[in-house]
Every structure is written in structure tokens, then in C-alpha cells.
């Protein structure tokens, strides 16, 4: 067993961060952008041993690693470096002359302290350094806690982000519950967690006694519809395709299909077609030997719970390579998910735009992607998170460096202005009084509901 970090380990890095922060020097954009870049070739000087290490953990083929934890990292370090001058940047309010003029009025984007950050195990690098970018992109301090349960990369991080990062300002803490029960103990300016709704729910509440913002990316039973009108092949194709990549141990994958009654002995023929073709079991037109390669389950625990829901397949999120497939039309697949938790992401299959409409309008998800999987969470300048049981709020680009800053409204008064509002002190008196009545409104009070006028949606779709 590796050695997880002692309690005066943990107490030493807790101090010396929170010490580090109050110094200030997180908050220099100069630090925070010299962080991204040795952060970048973290990734890039070890790219044999992130793919090793994914190899150990989970069997995982060489192109999803590259994918999911080489490349997507790099492009998240890309990003804020791009936008980091203008997302720290004070902003205007459109507030009115008054304020914005001549009282300076302005919102100031400053980090929220010390992070605590918790990843999982199924992504277990990209899911730590994605949430840590934003938070050094926002000037935060951060304790990073990788999952106990894929111990390579869990190892990986360990050695190697002391070797890159100021380790004045980011601490790697390894162990397992107890550690982790212990960490949660103590108060942060922020928690980060990447997991399950059952353990989001303790970090909630260990948040919650220390009133501690919490971001909470969980997951839940996210379905797609398949609907009449749907490319059936291509709709097979893609829901198999979620459930083989890293074994559908993915809090985006497709956990169930509701399929019309019209297509569904196609879907479910198509769908066995394509899970034999992705384990190089058919000879595709144009396309040369794949090696089949297929990530492993992460532990003989989460195969024992896979195996024990056979006999019950929708009672949880799956989180495997199952795919239950249920014959309903696209209405009452939206009334049987209105009914549940609501999910991180729902997969529409269509070709009618007034089907998408409905789907839109009858649920409620984290996100929605039409004719495919996994996009609306890859969308630059895009918020990514749940709702509900499969998390609160979100991050990915401006909106992760939002998420560990606070916004702090500025103003500054000319000392002149006082001439113009000295009414507001006592004794107060009538005249005062009616320099408080509201400007006159643009509404009368014989309006209907057919006279009100809303300006929206205006991209492909009419929703």
C-alpha cells in the first residue's frame, strides 16, 4: 500500500497555504500565468507516464488518455491563458450615469482563498488539473486530494506537482476515507468535488457546517431518446461509443436509451453491431485493425456492484458498459424523466426540430447534446455542470474562473455628490419622500398577457 499523508503532513500543508495566501502573491496575474505554463509541461515533459499510469489504473487504450487527459488538459491550460487578462479585469456595470461616471462604479474579480480540491477516480488527472487551473487562473490557493482508488495517478500527481508548482501555494494530499473525512473537517474559502451524489452530499454537508461555497460536479442517470425520426445507425453508434469509452465509468455517459417503439429492434440491432465493431470484432470499410482495447473496471468492488445490479438496472446510475434499452416515444421518455433527478446530460436523437423543442421544454438536465454524445460538456465558453442531484454550479473557461472568485462591487463617490443626495439623512420629511418616487413605468396596469413582448432564442432553433 502507498503511503498517504500523515496528520502533520496535512496540518503543515493546510498552514503553510493559508499562510501563502494572505501574502498576496496568488493574486499577481503574472504568478497565476507562469503557474498555467509550468502546468502545461507538467503534462507535456511526462506524457509517457500519464499513459502509464492510466494503463495501471484502468486499462486505458492510449488514444482516450491522449484525449481525455493530455489533450483536454492542455486546451483548458490554453484557454485561460487566453482569457485570464480580460476574465481578471475589472468590469463596468451598466449602472446608470450616476454610478458609472461619476461614482466610479466597478466589479472586481478577486480569488476566494484556499481550495479545497477532491477528483475521482475515472478520470483521475484530468478531473484534479481541470478545476486547478481554473482556481490558479482565479488567483486561489489549493489543496488537491486525487482519488485513493486509481493509485497510479494518484502517485503521478504526487511526485510530479511539486516538481512544476509553487508548492507554497498547491499541496497534493493522498489517503483514502479517513484522510479524506479529516480534510473535510477543517474550513476553506472553497471546496471543489468531482464524484458520486451519495458522497457529494457528505462534502455538502461538511461545507455547510463552516457556510464553505461548494462546486459539485456528481453525475446521475443520464438517458438518451432515440426518436422516430432519429439515423438509427448513427444514433446506435454514438450511445455505443459512450458506453465503451473507459468502460462507461463516465458521469456523462449514456446510462439508458429510451428508444421509439418504431426503430427499437433496429437500435438494438445496430447497437450490437457497433459494440462488436469498437472491440475490433468487424472489419470496417476503410478502416484498418484497431486493437480492440478495452478499459477495465476500476476495482473488483465497483465489478461486484455491476454484477449485483443486473437484476436491477435502473435503480442507480450504472457508471459500466450496460445499456438498458426501454421502448418509449420521445413524450414519454420526458414524463418518466421529469419524474426522477434530474441528469448531468440527456442525448437526443431527431431530425425534427419541433421534437427537440419538446424535449427542451419537458425537462430539466445539466446539459443537452442532439445527434451525439459528450459535446455540450467540450463547447469552448460554456458552462459545464449539473443541476440537482447531479451537481451545482459550474466551470470550463470564464465560468471555472468564476467559480472560485468572488465578485466585489466598487464604488467610489465624488465628495461633490453629497449636494445631491443629503435628503436620505433625518430628521426626514416629505420632500425627501418624494424624491424616492420611481421613475414613470413603461407598463400600465390593463395589460394582458397577450401585450407582453419577449425577445429571445434567436439561434437555429425556435424553441
Known amino acids: ?46 506524457q509517457d507516464d500519464i499513459i502509464s499510469a492510466l494503463r495501471a489504473d484502468l486499462n486505458r487504450p492510449v488514444f482516450e488518455t491522449f484525449a481525455s487527459e493530455i489533450r483536454s488538459v492542455k486546451d483548458h491550460i490554453l484557454e485561460y491563458l487566453d482569457g485570464i487578462d480580460e476574465w481578471a479585469a475589472d468590469e463596468i ?46 488567483g486561489c490557493c489549493a489543496l488537491i486530494k486525487p482519488s485513493e482508488v486509481a493509485p497510479a495517478s494518484e502517485q503521478f ?40 451524489t451519495k458522497v457529494g452530499k ?9 457556510l464553505t461555497p ?71 470499410k476503410g478502416e484498418g485493425d484497431g486493437d480492440g482495447e478495452f ?30 434499452v426501454i421502448k418509449a416515444s420521445y413524450q414519454e421518455a420526458c414524463r418518466i424523466i421529469s419524474t426522477g433527478e434530474h441528469p448531468l446530460a440527456i442525448y437526443l436523437f431527431t431530425k425534427n426540430t419541433s421534437q427537440i423543442s419538446y424535449v427542451l421544454n419537458n425537462t430539466t438536465s445539466g446539459g443537452l447534446t442532439v445527434n451525439d454524445v459528450f459535446l455540450h460538456a467540450s463547447i469552448p465558453n460554456t458552462p459545464f455542470g449539473g443541476v440537482g442531484h447531479s451537481g451545482t454550479g459550474y466551470y470550463h473557461g470564464k465560468y471555472g474562473f468564476l467559480a472560485f472568485s468572488q465578485l466585489r462591487a466598487v464604488v467610489h463617490p465624488p465628495s ?27 407598463f400600465s396596469r390593463e395589460e394582458g398577457i397577450e401585450d407582453q413582448k419577449w425577445v429571445g432564442n434567436r439561434g437555429f432553433y425556435k424553441y
Not at 304 to 312: F, V
Open 93 to 138: 456595470p451598466d449602472a446608470g450615469f450616476l454610478f458609472t461616471r461619476l461614482a466610479g462604479a466597478r466589479i472586481r474579480k478577486e480569488p476566494l482563498g484556499v481550495t479545497l480540491i477532491i477528483g475521482p477516480w475515472n478520470y483521475p488527472i484530468s478531473l484534479i488539473l481541470q478545476p486547478l487551473i481554473a482556481a490558479i487562473a482565479a
Open 1 to 46: 500500500m502507498a503511503m498517504y499523508s500523515t496528520p502533520a503532513q496535512v496540518e503543515a500543508d493546510y498552514t503553510t497555504i493559508f499562510k501563502t495566501f494572505s501574502t498576496g502573491k496568488t493574486k499577481n496575474i503574472a504568478w497565476r500565468k507562469l503557474q498555467l505554463k509550468r502546468l502545461w509541461y507538467l503534462i507535456d515533459d511526462n
Open 295 to 324: 478499459c477495465r473496471i476500476i476495482s473488483e468492488r465497483n465489478w461486484e456492484r455491476l454484477t449485483e445490479l443486473l437484476d436491477s438496472l435502473m435503480s442507480e446510475e450504472l457508471f459500466g458498459p450496460y445499456l438498458p
Open 214 to 284: 461548494t462546486v459539485l460536479e456528481l453525475g446521475g442517470q443520464g438517458p438518451s431518446i432515440v426518436t422516430d425520426t432519429a439515423d438509427v445507425d448513427m444514433a446506435a453508434k454514438r450511445c455505443a461509443y459512450a458506453k465503451f469509452v473507459n468502460a462507461g465509468q463516465i458521469c456523462l455517459s449514456v446510462n439508458h436509451a429510451f428508444v421509439d417503439p418504431k426503430v427499437h429492434d433496429e437500435f438494438l440491432e445496430r447497437t450490437a453491431y457497433w459494440f462488436e465493431a469498437f472491440q475490433g470484432k468487424v472489419k470496417r
Open 157 to 196: 500527481l504526487a511526485a510530479q506537482i511539486p516538481r512544476y508548482l509553487d508548492t507554497d501555494a498547491v499541496r497534493v494530499i493522498t489517503g483514502g476515507i479517513e484522510e479524506t473525512t479529516r480534510l473535510l473537517e477543517k474550513r476553506y474559502d472553497h471546496i471543489f468535488f468531482t464524484g458520486s
Open 202 to 210: 457528505v462534502v455538502q454537508a461538511a461545507a455547510a457546517k463552516h
Open 416 to 442: 461633490w455628490l453629497e449636494r445631491l443626495v443629503s435628503f436620505r439623512y433625518p430628521p426626514y420629511t416629505a420632500n425627501a419622500i418624494r424624491k424616492l418616487e420611481p421613475r414613470k413605468v413603461p
